[in-house]
């Protein structure tokens, strides 16, 4: 029970420290809007927006790049106030600092989705209501592994000379398979009624999921060693 | 084995495919003799996952016994892998082009095997961009196992999802029914591939073995004191 008491520990001292500067968060949000705004331009020909068609991939693409950016502040603050290696001087298992950073991420990012999400709806005179419990689940499981790759993907890149360009490069193509499975997802319950292979496609994201919060968890340790 | 014999066993076995592939395998019905890439293309692809896997393994392996020689292993596998994965990538389209009339087509094979480059690439600038020796060696590693254990998601994600929407072009259709002359053709191909990826592997290793002595000498205080 104490490893889950120190990763809390870690992830509320990482909200704590968003909360006071809202760094992280305020990028994310206007980021998120940003890009919704350049692609209601990009794609809107003379015919309204198709939402069906297009709704799931836009909304799925701005979570990721807004994602991006949350993900880059995971280690770039304990960088800068050279407080990693305090961090990792604690009486605590480093799998806990992981844990905690990728639940503060985590939240974060569903944060900001939400945000996002709404904003998405009035934007794009979305009836999103009837399908917000489903959403919530998809978002969450897209956003769990996004979050779980990402955080110690952050930890790599901070190690490398521009790191800010270094984790796109890394974390893009490891999400892909997730990216895949949410907007699949997605698009299953934008249709009326839910398409047919919505559970296929939570399942894949829940197995995705199990891996890929797994394998961080084992690996962080070797990420942090000097 | 020893490195000359492998260079030999590689150039005979390239040789005899080659014949196979020109002169023995027959013509296939609609696409011609531009199908014969096919041998070459598909042994590519099925060596540069090949890689991939050897990277899982050594950088595994790496993380367990922290031995330098290893992690040379690793990166020298994945930097010829993406030498393969390359050529797969160009190979793909110059068959693609006459038979499907596009050069590419978002199918599971030929987005995985696109994705494979990216995480070959991605693994590659990592290590460039990171000073320390030691440091470089544990963290790309952690990408290595992390990579490799995406690749075959990717493809089967790939798979699923294009299964349930209609077929965009015809596929190439040749996992289903390969007539034997053809089967053996291709096995011999892949053959060569392999063995050719370990001639190129043992001796991309043997190069940075090389220049690592180089560096060490140059660090060296003598050296220093001449220039």
Redesign the interface.
Known sequence: MTFFRQAGAIFWKDVLTEFRTKDALTSMLLFGLLVILMFHFAFDQADSLQMDHYGPGLLWITFVFAGLLGMNRAFAGERENDSLQALKLAPISWGAIYLGKMLANLMFMLVAESVILACFAVFFDFNLLPRLGRMCGITLLGTLGFAS?GT??AA??M????SEV?LP??L???A??LV??AV?ATAAIFTDPPGE?LG?WMK?LVV?NI??VT??LL?FD??L?? | MNRNWLALSTFVAMMVSIYLIFMYAPTEATMGDVQRIFYIHVSLAWTSFLAIFIVFIYSIRFLASRDRQLDIKAFCAAEVGAVFSTTVLISGPIWAKPVWGIWWTWDARLTSAFLLWLIYMGYLVLRRLIESPEQRARLSAVFGILGAVDAPIVYMSNRWWRTQHPAPVMGGGESSGLDPQMRLTLYVTFAACVLLFFYLWKLRCELERTQEVVESLQRAPQFKEVS
Do not use: Q
Request: net charge negative; aromatic share 18%.
């Open positions: 790759i110690i993907l790599i890149s190690n490398t000379r521009m270094m490069l890394l893009l193509p490891i892909l398979p895949i499975g699949n292979y296929f894949f995705f891996i890929f394998l961080p690996l070797f990420v060693e000097e």
